[in-house]
């Protein structure tokens, strides 16, 4: 058994693949397992209503490849806050929340990312907590949450196994650099409290489809120390932009992060 599991995220692959085509194209490259994304566009939002029988048949294809979706990018609520002061779109938000617990369960998905939260956080990690889901705060771009600290003040209000962080690298990489932090030290107030870890690359004030290698990421340190605090879960976050050598840029990412991922097991 791997001492550590390495995934990628969906949207690094072509949108038109099939789900099986996704799936042999990330064991080909030698991930363990794919993120799905439930994002704000409606083409996403509508996996959340796929019925019985197509639910099945993904975890017949997940059997089939050995390839298995194991955790969730829900951002969806960026267009529905749960906090929204429109009920009807906080009414939504909390739809959809119910909804991807509910997707997650019968895929077997062991956690979900949040990209988005408000007052009505608590009430979304009981639902978690009743399906056995852990739900994991992204830092995000925006100044509001954008380290694992910040992330911090809310996971400890909450209080409950059933919330924690998901970190993203690249964002709080950016945080650091912008605020004056240091990314080890950021990571460190988030000691047994961090799921999961997005493996993004950035550059100062850009947060997207920067290829690895390419960015001011350290990698090898911040993935030294958050093996130290016991991440055993870590996502490949990169973007499909439609370049023909979009497998040899899944290649790339899953033999740097690997090599380095495998450095600590030594």
């Known amino acids: 058994m791997k001492p550590y599991t390495l995934g990628i995220y969906e949207k690094a692959m072509p949108a038109e693949l099939s789900w099986k085509e996704k ?3 990330a064991k080909a490259a030698g991930y363990d397992f794919i993120e799905i994304s439930i994002d704000e566009t409606e083409e996403k939002l509508k996996r959340l209503d796929m019925g019985k029988q197509e639910r099945l048949e993904l975890v017949r294809l997940m059997y089939e490849t050995g390839m298995p979706i194991r955790t969730m990018c829900l951002s969806g609520h ?36 949040l990209a988005r939260f408000a007052k009505n956080l608590k ?61 080890l030290k950021d990571l460190e107030t988030g000691r047994g409290r961090l799921a999961a870890m997005h493996l993004k690359e950035t550059v100062p004030g850009k947060f997207r489809e920067i290829p690895f290698g390419t960015g001011h ?11 130290e605090l016991g991440v ?31 450095r600590q097991t030594v």
Request: aromatic share 10%.
């Open 23 to 25: 799936m042999e194209t």
């Open 78 to 113: 960026r267009k529905y806050p749960l906090g929204s002061s429109q009920p009807e779109v906080s009414g939504r938000g909390m739809e959809i929340m119910e909804k991807a617990l509910e997707l997650a369960e019968d895929l077997g998905i062991r956690i979900i990312q």
């Open 123 to 183: 009430k979304a990690v009981e639902m978690a907590a009743a399906k056995g889901i852990v739900l994991g705060f992204e830092t995000m771009e925006t100044p509001f949450m954008n380290t694992v600290q910040k992330s911090m003040k809310y996971v400890n209000l909450v209080d409950s196994l059933y919330l924690n962080v998901y970190p993203d690298l690249g964002n709080i990489t950016n945080a650091a650099k912008a605020e004056g932090g240091d990314v």
């Open 217 to 227: 990421v350290d990698f090898e340190s911040s993935i030294r120390k958050a093996w």
């Open 232 to 262: 055993r879960r870590y996502v490949t976050e990169f973007w499909y932009t439609g370049s023909p050598a979009w497998k040899e840029d899944i290649d790339f990412a899953v033999k740097m992060m690997t090599e380095i991922l495998d």
